[in-house]
């Protein structure tokens, strides 16, 4: 009886988030939208094939993601990835967000902060604050929830 209990509370409790969760945009619709947005984007990789990609650098999952690829020269030179910056509300990593995108290389500063934990912040100035902006319009049209969110452009 307990096991049955369980079972039917998961089951209802997914019926109801999964109602809640949006349609995904068309991919013609959403390749549109990261792409202009591109110049905001930090380019990580020389390959051809163009992978965009959502993280937030406080966030567990996107460094792995990132250490991933970062162990793969393979990926780098077969994938061009585009990495935006999207906050996690609850990491508030919006101060961390502003200094990698403020810095003079901000590849450099993005994998010090999610390979090595190196800790920098810095308020958002105008710029950093229109690029995460931008981003974050687009995000949301997007419907993205999780990071990383990664679309790859055919």
Known sequence: MYKLTIFLIVFFANISANSTIKAQLPYNESINLVSSIQT?????????QNVYVFVDPLCRYSRKFISMISKKPKMLSKYKYIIYLYEIPRLHSKNTIAAIYNSKEPVKVLLEVMLEDKKISIMPTTKTQ?????????AQK?????????????
Do not use: C, F, M, W
């Open 142 to 154: 997007l419907h993205i929830t999780k990071r990383p969110s990664i679309i790859v452009e055919k």
């Open 130 to 138: 229109t690029t995460v902006d931008a981003i974050s319009k687009i």
């Open 40 to 48: 905001y984007g930090i380019k990580y990789g020389n390959g051809q």
